[in-house]
């Protein structure tokens, strides 16, 4: 329409090696993500998250609780 050139947008080649290896990185990470492993990954990283939040929590309490009730 108003003076756009007209070029055709070609999907990429499923012949063209890097697209294709970017497909089975993709799909490797699809698959890990849904799998079990991945899971019980993040429960942990969670767990120790959360610990870590706690212990640092009560550490400022000690280290602030007196300072605060004077």
Do not use: W
């Amino acid at each position: 329409m108003l003076d756009e050139p007209n070029t055709q947008h070609s999907s990429p080649s499923t012949s063209d090696p890097s697209t294709e290896n970017e497909d089975r990185v993709f799909e490797d990470y699809r698959v890990f993500v849904n799998s079990a492993e991945f899971t019980r990954l993040m429960c942990e990283h969670v767990k120790k998250a959360t610990r870590r939040a706690i212990e640092e929590g009560r550490q400022l309490s000690v280290e602030f609780g007196p300072r605060v009730n004077q």
